[in-house]
Structure formats: C-alpha cells, structure tokens
C-alpha cells in the first residue's frame, strides 16, 4: 500500500517571498501520479500541480512548480511570490497508474501567508 | 468553480438516522469518486465509480453504500449514523476511470448529534 507523509503541520511565509512545503511518499511502483491540492477556509479542494512519474521535468503552474526526486521519493511544492490567497491546508497525494486509480493523501499542512 | 456540484451543503441529523448525500460531476466525466474528511482520519478515499459500475472500494463502512445513475450523477447513503460519521464528504470526478486529474466539489458537511 502507498503512503504519503507531509512531516510539517504548520508553516508561515511572508507576503511575496517563497516558501517549500514537503513530501515525501512510499510505493513500489515505477509509474504513477503525484498532485498537490489546496484546500482554503471554503473547504473547496483546489487542483494545484500534476506530476507524472515518468516525466523527468519538474511540472510548473505560474508560480507554482514541484521538486519531483524519484529515487528519493520525494515531492516537494515551492510557491513563488506567495500571495495572501496561497493561506491555506495543502495536500500531497498519490495515485496509481492502475485500475484504482483512487487518491492517497498526506495529513497536509497548513500555511500562513502574512502580509 | 470544479463545475462538480453536491447537494446539500450542510446536513445535521441524529444517530441512528439515514442520509442521502448527492453528487453531479462534470460534464462529461464519467469516474465518480467519493472521500471522506474527518479530523481522525484525514481525507479518505471511500468508493468509485465508472460509467455506473462499481470500480474501486476503499475504507467504506458496511453501513455506507453508493450508486451513479445512468444520468451519471452518484448519492452515497450514509445509514446507522453515529457521531463518528461526522465529518467533510467530497464527491470528485474525472474524465476517465484511470489515471486523469480528479475535480472535487464543495463537499457536505454532515454532523450527527
């Protein structure tokens, strides 16, 4: 079974400065999919990042982009010019390239964004 | 906006009681997939489904069970309630069984007194 850990429960940055928030995860399989959601004090599950196992180039969206280590299982998320709307719960998870293709997702990690 | 509605917003009930939580994908996906959020237990996957086939299951209770129409929307029933079932429940949805990015919607809040 996969695991997904997120070892930090809280974060802080300051308005317009980059912050890095850390995964790492377990499998044995060779390809898969890691993503990064957001969840703001709405509740809403945002999609941040997609990262394919296979694809050696970190993935980037504006100012976000992933540091993907696959020996290391690693799957770290930097946001860049953080913004008051980045405050937020974040999710790491995982997702197999089989027929269950359901997500498994870190406890998350809360950051605050001040002005 | 995911464009992934679920009704109701909010549902307070008693134990022993049964709900109906209900989910509208996207347009056009086909996967419905349901998680759990609770304090306890982080977010957790419960069940999927495919084109209105059962594909996966996860930490489901006995007392939980879910259904997609042909119309492809999906309810998951919730019977036996206990304070324990209280928590988040997201409905997410993706173009295909596999392996593409899954939408959530707002969730229901559901709290058993």
């Known amino acids: 079974a996969q695991t997904v850990t997120q070892s930090q429960p809280e974060m802080s940055v300051q308005e317009a400065e980059t912050v890095t928030l850390s995964c790492t995860y377990d499998t044995s399989e060779n390809n898969y999919y890691l993503f990064w959601y957001k969840q703001p004090p709405s509740r809403q599950m945002i999609l941040v990042i997609r990262q394919e196992a296979y694809k050696q180039q970190n993935a980037t969206e504006n100012r976000f982009s992933v540091n993907f280590q696959k020996a290391a299982k690693s799957f770290s998320l930097k946001i860049s010019d953080s913004q008051l709307g980045d405050t937020a719960m974040y999710f790491c998870a995982f997702m197999s390239t089989g027929a269950n293709s359901k997500l498994t997702f870190g406890k998350g990690i809360t950051l605050s964004v001040r002005p | 906006d995911s464009g992934v509605t679920q009704t109701p917003k909010h549902l307070i009930t008693a134990t022993g009681q049964r709900v109906t939580l209900r989910c509208s994908p996207r347009?056009?996906?086909?996967?419905v997939y349901w998680y759990q959020q609770s304090l306890d237990q982080g977010l957790q996957f419960l069940i999927q489904y495919y084109n209105g086939e059962e594909r996966a299951k996860g930490n489901i209770l006995e007392r939980f069970s879910a259904q997609q129409f042909p119309d492809l929307h999906s309810e998951l029933n919730l019977s036996s309630l206990e304070l324990g079932d209280s928590a988040l429940y997201f409905c997410?949805?993706?173009?295909?069984?596999?392996?593409?990015?899954?939408?959530f919607g707002p969730g229901t809040r559901l709290t058993v007194t």
């Open positions: 347009s056009g996906d086909l996967s």
């Open positions: 997410a949805s993706s173009v295909q069984g596999d392996n593409y990015e899954q939408y």
